[in-house]
C-alpha cells in the first residue's frame, strides 16, 4: 500500500472529521503532526487539531506515541496546560481536538 503525500493531509482530515469541525487553515507544524485551527460546529467554538502526516501515520509505534499524548494531556487540568477535548481515526489520519491558544508561538516568544 502506498503513502499518501502531505499534501493529501488537509482533504483527509477534512473527511475524517466530517461536520462535527471545519477546518480553517493550518497554524503550524512539527515532529509529531500539524496543528490546525478549526470551528467546532457543535459547541460553538475555536478549536486546534493536531494530525499526523500521513507519512508518520502508518507507522503503529508512532500512532500509538501520538495517541499516548492526547491521552496522557487529557487527565491534566491545569490552567497553562491546553485541554484535550476528542480524539479521532479515520481516513488513515489520527487527531485530536484540543483548545485554541491565539498568540505567538513560544519560539517566537523567547
Not at 515532529?31 to 467546532?40: L, Q, S, T
Not at 507519512?55 to 485541554?83: D, W, Y
Request: glycine share 10%; proline share 5%; aromatic share 6%.
Amino acid at each position: 500500500m502506498t503513502e499518501p503525500d502531505q499534501s493529501a493531509l488537509p482533504s483527509l482530515l477534512k473527511a475524517a472529521l466530517g461536520e462535527s469541525y471545519t477546518i480553517e487553515g493550518e497554524i503550524g507544524r512539527g515532529g509529531m503532526g500539524v496543528v490546525y485551527r478549526a470551528r467546532d460546529e457543535r459547541l460553538h467554538r475555536r478549536v486546534a487539531v493536531k494530525a499526523l502526516p500521513p507519512e508518520l501515520a502508518f507507522q503503529r509505534e508512532i500512532r500509538e506515541r501520538f495517541t499516548r499524548e492526547a491521552q496522557t494531556a487529557a487527565r491534566l487540568a491545569h490552567p497553562h496546560i491546553v485541554p484535550i477535548h476528542d480524539v479521532g481515526e479515520g481516513n488513515g489520519v489520527v487527531y485530536f481536538v484540543m483548545g485554541l491558544i491565539e498568540g505567538e508561538s513560544l519560539a517566537a516568544r523567547i
